[in-house]
């Protein structure tokens, strides 16, 4: 029995040795330098120059079949409205609350994105840039979809297994503005309820902006998460990921 818990305890320290070993050495990652904040018709000046504003450094491979990149890429809030369509509410929601649960994740300040995957609601906004940021798919199994979310967001970390629940705080979003978006969605609404909505929902996302992000949202590691894959009848192995720790 003793040599048994012996060999149990060397392979558990082998292993943890191993996954020790294979993540790359983020302080020697050389980050992107080019960050583009310009303000455009599309990405506005009180997002550009807004104080909460995040910025992401990810790490991808360098091909279809590659190694790890020795540099990183940022991503703005700019980029992210270039993949998603606009800048809304939804997606600077999305991206603080993201930001924090990363910096619990990656506290040395660089998103694997070989390693990460992602669960939220059924939002296209916070779906959408959920996987921009953590490169989760639902075609590989790591991206989930709850629709029984709110607004909130899970990261999960498949090397150390670590999660992180991220959810935006009780009253924090305007109960005017649910009433307005549920008017409209159920189609009962005037031209001008769109044009409102819209203005509530840039000054909800000016106010997310320009806020210290732990007022608005909690953070808590989730210990005893399991990743389990949605559904998926297609779904498929990774590919350019399979060789990023060769030599």
């Given at each position: 029995m003793v040599k048994k818990a012996l060999l149990f305890i060397v392979v558990v320290v082998l292993a943890c040795w191993f996954v020790l070993l294979a993540q790359p050495k983020f302080k020697q990652i050389e980050r992107d330098k080019e960050i583009d904040l310009k303000p455009t018709w599309y990405?506005?000046?009180?997002?550009?120059?807004?104080?909460?504003?995040?910025?992401?450094?990810?790490?991808?491979?360098?091909?279809?079949l590659g190694r790890y990149a020795k540099r990183t890429k940022a991503i703005t809030l700019k980029d992210l409205v270039k993949f998603h369509g606009h800048l809304c509410d939804g997606l600077v929601t999305a991206a603080v609350a993201l930001n924090l649960?990363?910096?619990?994740?990656?506290?040395?300040?660089?998103?694997?994105?070989?390693?990460?995957?992602?669960?939220t609601n059924n939002s296209p906004c916070f779906g959408d840039?959920?996987?921009?940021?953590?490169?989760?798919?639902?075609?590989?199994?790591?991206?989930?979809?709850?629709?029984q979310m709110g607004n909130e967001f899970i990261l999960y970390r498949f090397?150390?297994?670590?999660?992180?629940?991220?959810?935006m705080k009780p009253g924090v979003f305007p109960d005017e503005l649910i009433q307005l978006e549920r008017q409209i969605r159920s189609g009962n609404f005037a031209p001008s309820d769109i044009d409102r909505c819209q203005k509530m929902q840039w000054d909800f996302a000016r106010k997310v902006l320009n806020t210290p992000p732990e007022q608005l949202f909690t953070v808590e590691k989730v210990p005893d998460f399991v990743?389990?894959?949605?559904?998926?009848?297609?779904?498929?192995?990774?590919?350019?990921?399979?060789l990023k720790n060769a030599p």
């Open positions: 990405f506005f000046d009180w997002a550009a120059n807004a104080p909460y504003a995040p910025v992401f450094h990810v790490l991808d491979t360098e091909s279809s649960g990363f910096k619990v994740l990656y506290p040395e300040g660089v998103i694997d994105r070989t390693d990460t995957g992602c669960v840039v959920a996987a921009y940021l953590t490169g989760g798919r639902i075609r590989f199994g790591t991206q989930k979809i709850n629709p090397s150390t297994k670590e999660a992180v629940h991220i959810a990743w389990e894959p949605d559904e998926y009848p297609n779904r498929g192995i990774r590919g350019d990921i399979l």
